[in-house]
């Protein structure tokens, strides 16, 4: 699966920004699929997955303020995010993860400004 990333840019802190991910393959049958990201001097960390079925599951720093979601129809991931602070300030990365395989888009990077 490649994956591509984009819709990254710099956003006031308060703000939303909606990041998509376009797959090169269909998703519906995909385990799992998700967003991580990678702050400056950090280790790259969980923000959200979405899994076959459709539940979903969110870091607690994503809890309440970002929405992962996925169009089957145009094997496209999302991951809308709302009420930025610059504590979200990263490289988003998607990624999507198939029976022990994990596969990684290139990142868009997220700067949130205060």
């Known amino acids: 699966v490649q994956l591509q990333a984009s819709g990254g840019g710099s956003v006031q802190a308060g703000g939303s920004q909606r990041l998509p991910c376009a797959a090169s393959?269909?998703?519906?049958?995909?385990?799992?699929m998700g967003w991580y990201r990678q702050a400056p001097g950090k280790e790259r960390e969980f923000v959200a997955r979405?899994?076959?079925?459709?539940?979903?599951d969110y870091a607690e720093s994503a809890k309440g303020r970002f929405t992962i979601s996925r169009d089957i129809a145009k094997n496209m991931l999302y991951l809308q995010m709302n009420s930025l602070t610059p504590e979200d300030t990263a490289v988003y990365y998607c990624?999507?993860?198939?029976?022990?395989?994990?596969?990684w888009g290139q990142g868009t990077l997220v700067t949130v400004s205060s």
């Open positions: 990624n999507a993860f198939h029976y022990g395989h994990d596969w």
């Open positions: 979405i899994y076959g079925g459709g539940t979903t």
């Open positions: 393959r269909r998703i519906f049958s995909i385990n799992i």
